[in-house]
């Protein structure tokens, strides 16, 4: 289960909470390399 791998985490992991960790992984992600885009064009 998620909440054996969490260890000693105060809060439970859910399965809803380990899908908004990825989406705001992802999106900062998203973020850093079109950051990186704009300035390689901007050259």
Do not use: C, F, K, N
Not at 7 to 33: C, F, K, N, W, Y
């Amino acid at each position: 289960m998620l909440e054996q791998d969490a260890g000693e985490a105060r809060q439970p992991m859910t399965l809803i909470m380990v899908h908004a960790q990825d989406h705001l992984m992802t999106s900062m992600l998203v973020r850093e390399l079109s950051e990186e885009i704009i300035h390689l064009y901007q050259r």
